[in-house]
């Protein structure tokens, strides 16, 4: 056993002073784990950089999980805790974090694995949100070939809310959108700022959708002052049904 895991697990490599990495005004983009950037540009610093951080997105442990897909889960916990100083209050918070990665309670069922969520209940593998799990009957670490990163789901979710709003809504310009509302009607809606002692819908007002306005809109802050139903002249010019 490496008398260094702790380090592996818990601190990103040195960095030098040398390069333009942390020069002040210098861009640094940084990365979530599928290789999108979270950020663009890191405030001015006024402080000497130092050259070792603490990876507060935990990434190093999961770097580790994925080395140790195949064994016996219970090994590999072992070996984490007797590495992980119970004094020390970061590597400890570390090992807090295991079941963010792994889900350890698990069973099998008729139709799959499922794994015991950390707030109770259960879910299917393909729904649980952990990238790791130890499978029921053998006790060996897995990896989840369900597991979709939590940035993923959400670009993925965005795509869907798009595509469903694209179904039901065109942009004209920043006042006005054409919607096929609740009647299945297209109509085409005037919008205007909301705030207070103006924020009725004309829209929400008439029935004529059970969507929030920020749903219904694709934005906040405005509602709708005006509606009216399209023509079939104007419908087939704009390609609509």
Same mark, same amino acid.
């Given at each position: 056993?490496r008398?260094?895991?702790?380090?592996?697990?818990?601190?990103?490599?040195?960095?030098?002073?040398?390069?333009?990495?942390?020069?002040? %005004?210098?861009? /640094?983009v940084?990365?979530?784990?599928?290789?999108?950037?979270l !950020?663009? +540009? =890191?405030? @001015?610093?006024?402080?000497p950089?130092?050259?070792?951080?603490?990876?507060?997105?935990?990434?190093?442990l999961?770097?580790?999980?994925?080395?140790?897909?195949?064994?016996?889960?219970?090994?590999?916990?072992s070996?984490?805790?007797?590495?992980?100083?119970?004094?020390?209050?970061?590597?400890?918070?570390?090992?807090?974090h295991?079941?963010?990665?792994?889900?350890?309670?698990?069973?099998?069922?008729?139709?799959?694995?499922?794994?015991?969520?950390?707030?109770?209940g259960?879910?299917?593998?393909?729904?649980?949100?952990?990238?790791?799990?130890?499978?029921?009957?053998? %006790?060996?670490? /897995?990896?989840?070939p369900?597991?979709?990163?939590?940035?993923? !789901?959400? +670009? =993925?979710r @965005?795509?869907?809310?798009?595509?469903?709003?694209?179904?039901?809504?065109?942009?004209?310009?920043?006042?006005?959108q054409?919607?096929?509302?609740?009647?299945?009607?297209?109509?085409?809606?005037?919008?205007?700022?909301?705030?207070?002692?103006?924020?009725?819908?004309?829209?929400l007002?008439?029935?004529?959708?059970?969507?929030?306005?920020?749903?219904?809109?694709?934005?906040?802050?405005?509602?709708?002052?005006?509606?009216?139903?399209?023509?079939?002249?104007?419908?087939?010019k704009?390609?609509?049904?």
């Amino acid at each position: 056993m490496r008398k260094d895991m702790s380090k592996v697990i818990v601190e990103r490599p040195r960095r030098g002073h040398s390069g333009g990495w942390d020069k002040p %005004g210098r861009t /640094r983009v940084l990365l979530d784990e599928d290789g999108e950037p979270l !950020r663009a +540009r =890191e405030p @001015r610093r006024t402080r000497p950089v130092r050259t070792k951080s603490l990876n507060e997105n935990l990434a190093p442990l999961r770097r580790y999980l994925g080395k140790q897909i195949g064994r016996p889960w219970n090994k590999v916990y072992s070996e984490i805790s007797e590495n992980l100083k119970p004094t020390s209050t970061v590597q400890q918070h570390v090992r807090d974090h295991l079941k963010d990665f792994v889900a350890v309670e698990t069973r099998m069922r008729a139709d799959g694995i499922v794994a015991s969520h950390v707030w109770g209940g259960e879910r299917a593998l393909q729904d649980d949100y952990r990238p790791f799990y130890v499978h029921p009957r053998t %006790g060996l670490l /897995r990896a989840n070939p369900h597991y979709r990163s939590w940035t993923k !789901r959400l +670009r =993925e979710r @965005r795509k869907a809310e798009a595509e469903a709003r694209a179904q039901r809504m065109r942009e004209i310009d920043a006042r006005t959108q054409l919607h096929k509302l609740k009647d299945e009607v297209w109509w085409e809606v005037k919008l205007a700022r909301s705030g207070p002692g103006n924020d009725e819908d004309a829209v929400l007002a008439a029935g004529l959708s059970e969507l929030s306005a920020d749903e219904l809109y694709g934005r906040s802050g405005v509602r709708a002052v005006g509606k009216r139903v399209l023509s079939k002249s104007e419908k087939k010019k704009l390609g609509l049904s």
